[in-house]
């Protein structure tokens, strides 16, 4: 590209930062999107944005009914070609246990005599673990036909994080993680997927609770000296009540006891990596949140759990930040307020909630189409779907979420990453989207010759629906036709859902 249509383009597009920028418009009048609209709509909010053909589907199977479908992910069929490259993935199948023992580290007084050709060896077996796990989700969140399942998958694993930075455990485990304890229930019950990532030995690890052990019992030796309140706090705060929830600095420290003696196990057992240490766990009767709880080992846990999710504030607090999600960064009280009766209506099953939101009159209103703005995983994930991406370059996708600030697991904070355009919306991000636009229009996020895969702009325009503003289609017509499809990516219209 010449210097100065570089820089012409540099100049427009910090217009459009400007834009992007402005507050958001006033909520005072409320109508309803029309039937053109919708389609992108759902495409935007359900999936990850739309790929060729996505728009013609939706119209032809009406929005209605591709909602159900999404709903029900298991009527709808996947697509071979996807399945064969998972298939190629051989550790997504492994259980903890055996992937602990096949490509972890060896016990201490082994490694200690490894000489370093060795350890390079090992290292590089970790290695090839984290790089499937890292394949496998961005293998599924662009061409997988069960979308809203891997837009939840997004949701939930923020929800209930855990970071590949925490140590060499979690990178072992956090494929096993979310395969085992995200996607199963991320459209199913909250209690089935609480449990689920209360009993994971990635969360265990990761929130220490591994270490958490009654004092004085006959476990508290070593690395495991007394009560950790880690999980226990981020149970509460994060997972379930909320940080307003109603609870107490005592409420924390019962909760801690409640789970001692949840913790892990490498290398034997049933091979989930999870095991119950009867004598780590302090096993006296509590009271938590007001409600008796017997001692009773690990069913104790069990109790707390359905504490938890039975409680208003995780009604609530799950049911905001779901609106906000779907909806708008400041959802709507009327909205939240119906969904959490949704959700204590139907003992927390998440189907139910999302089917109450994307039936609402809220979820259709012209004040919120188009005006949530991506994260950068949602913008690459849509962009590589929208250029038709089938067979991704997978290290230029992580480096481009790295360099956006948003690399593949690696927020390092329990609260995962934030959805929020105030978040994410600043100069240098928005810079290094637009840099990136130019690369991904000549085919660069897939492998093979850029050339093969360049993108045109009129199917570009197509695959999105024909929804540009009249000032972007304006400076796209404009433009060389060979920088037209890159500013469509880079219009302010790709940067939001």
């Known amino acids: 590209?010449?210097?100065?249509?570089?820089?012409?383009?540099?100049?427009?597009?910090?217009?459009?930062?400007?834009?992007?920028?402005?507050?958001?418009?006033?909520?005072?009048?409320?109508?309803?999107?029309?039937?053109?609209?919708?389609?992108?709509?759902?495409?935007?909010?359900?999936?990850?944005?739309?790929?060729?053909?996505?728009?013609?589907?939706?119209?032809?199977?009406?929005?209605?009914?591709?909602?159900?479908?999404?709903?029900?992910?298991?009527?709808?069929?996947?697509?071979?070609?996807?399945?064969?490259?998972?298939?190629?993935?051989?550790?997504?199948?492994?259980?903890?246990?055996?992937?602990?023992?096949?490509?972890?580290?060896?016990?201490?007084?082994?490694?200690?005599?490894?000489?370093?050709?060795?350890?390079?060896?090992?290292?590089?077996?970790?290695?090839?673990?984290?790089?499937?796990?890292?394949?496998?989700?961005?293998?599924?969140?662009i061409s997988s036909n069960k979308q809203l399942q891997e837009v939840m998958v997004d949701f939930w694993f923020n929800h209930f994080n855990i970071s590949i930075k925490k140590g060499r455990v979690t990178r072992l485990w956090l494929g096993t993680y979310e395969r085992d304890a995200i996607r199963p229930y991320v459209l199913g019950n909250f209690r089935d997927l609480l449990g689920a990532t209360a009993h994971h030995p990635a969360m265990l690890f990761y929130l220490d609770?591994?270490?958490?052990?009654?004092?004085?019992?006959?476990?508290?030796?070593?690395?495991?000296?007394?009560?950790?309140?880690?999980?226990?706090?981020?149970?509460?705060?994060?997972?379930?009540?909320?940080?307003?929830?109603?609870?107490?600095?005592?409420?924390?420290?019962?909760?801690?006891?409640?789970?001692?003696?949840?913790?892990?196990i490498r290398r034997r057992g049933d091979g989930s990596g999870f095991n119950f240490y009867a004598n780590r766990h302090d096993n006296s009767d509590k009271i938590f949140l007001g409600v008796p709880i017997k001692g009773g080992g690990i069913a104790e846990g069990e109790k707390a759990l359905d504490i938890l999710v039975n409680h208003p504030s995780t009604a609530r607090y799950l049911s905001y930040k779901l609106a906000q999600y779907f909806l708008a960064d400041s959802p709507p009280e009327t909205l939240v307020n119906r969904l959490t009766k949704r959700f204590q209506e139907t003992n927390g099953n998440i189907r139910f909630v999302l089917?109450?939101?994307?039936?609402?009159?809220?979820?259709?209103?012209?004040?919120?189409?188009?005006?949530?703005?991506?994260?950068?995983?949602?913008?690459?994930?849509?962009?590589a779907r929208a250029t038709g991406t089938d067979n991704p370059r997978f290290g230029r996708i992580n480096g481009m979420l790295n360099q956006l600030g948003m690399p593949l697991f690696g927020c390092v904070t329990p609260d995962g990453y934030k959805n929020t355009k105030e978040a994410w919306l600043n100069p240098d991000g928005m810079m290094r989207r637009i840099s990136f636009a130019t690369p991904i229009s000549r085919g660069g996020l897939s492998q093979g010759k850029?050339?093969?895969?360049?993108?045109?702009?009129?199917q570009l325009m197509a695959t999105l629906g024909n929804n540009l503003s009249p000032k972007t289609r304006e400076i796209v017509a404009n433009s060389p036709n060979n920088l037209q499809p890159a500013l469509i990516l880079g219009s302010p219209e790709m940067m939001q859902r």
């Open 1 to 141: 590209m010449k210097r100065t249509s570089r820089y012409w383009i540099i100049s427009l597009l910090l217009g459009l930062i400007v834009w992007l920028g402005l507050p958001s418009c006033s909520y005072a009048d409320s109508q309803l999107i029309n039937s053109t609209e919708q389609i992108t709509h759902v495409l935007n909010r359900l999936s990850f944005g739309p790929a060729p053909g996505d728009i013609e589907r939706v119209k032809s199977m009406g929005v209605e009914t591709y909602i159900q479908s999404q709903l029900h992910p298991e009527t709808i069929s996947e697509s071979p070609k996807l399945t064969q490259k998972l298939a190629q993935l051989k550790t997504l199948n492994l259980t903890p246990v055996q992937i602990f023992n096949d490509y972890g580290p060896l016990p201490p007084k082994q490694q200690q005599k490894l000489t370093q050709k060795e350890k390079r060896a090992i290292n590089r077996l970790m290695n090839k673990v984290v790089q499937e796990t890292k394949q496998s989700r961005l293998l599924q969140a």
């Open 209 to 264: 609770n591994w270490l958490n052990t009654a004092p004085g019992s006959k476990g508290s030796r070593g690395r495991f000296k007394g009560l950790n309140e880690n999980y226990a706090r981020e149970l509460m705060e994060l997972h379930t009540l909320g940080v307003d929830g109603g609870y107490k600095q005592e409420d924390i420290v019962t909760l801690a006891r409640i789970f001692t003696g949840w913790g892990i």
């Open 355 to 383: 089917g109450t939101l994307f039936d609402s009159p809220e979820f259709w209103d012209t004040n919120y189409y188009h005006s949530k703005f991506k994260t950068p995983y949602q913008y690459i994930i849509s962009a």
């Open 450 to 458: 850029s050339k093969n895969n360049r993108v045109e702009s009129a």
